[in-house]
């Protein structure tokens, strides 16, 4: 799956890589293991990482949380539909579609038919989301990611928000979901 991210990282012997490296390598290698393989990103060993690892929901659509092998680093699903990444660098403002999602606001970019990448905008260090779109609505995971982003201040607000998905059904099925699973959702 091509991705065109806004920004490479170059990686062991000079060999470029970005998010959909990682979402494939995610999804290649974790269709035969528990354990998901999945490429820190640059500022992952931030302790507010840690933080927000800690905050993750067990649970994102119908996918469960697996282990990875790197610090800051959360996959749902085997193989993997869901792959966030803390300390991955903040964005600058931008063009992007910026979507609201319970006091966090988010740069959605549609990497390509079946792949979106979000990124926590105005929060350093920043969150990346790559998903399956085919598997999990974009809703549903800024959703369920909220609270964890929530524990990174915020310090900077995308000026237009274009939608904000407070209220949506996705918004429902979520805290639904959240009640039957011990409340990983609620604000702390």
Known sequence: MPFNPGYRRVHGRGVVA????L????????GCASTA????APDAANPECADVMLAVPEVIGDHELRPTTSQGTAVWGDPS????RCGVEPPGPSTEHCVGAEGVDWLAVEEDDQTWRLVSYGRDPAVEVLLNLDQVASSTAMLSMSTAVQRVEQTRSCTTTEQDIEETEDAQDVAEGS????GTLERQ
Do not use: F, M, N
């Open 81 to 84: 539909q869901v792959v966030v």
């Open 18 to 21: 970005g998010p959909a490296a």
């Open 23 to 30: 979402l494939a390598a995610g999804l290649l290698l974790s």
């Open 179 to 182: 009640a039957q699973s011990g």
């Open 37 to 40: 393989t999945v490429e820190a």
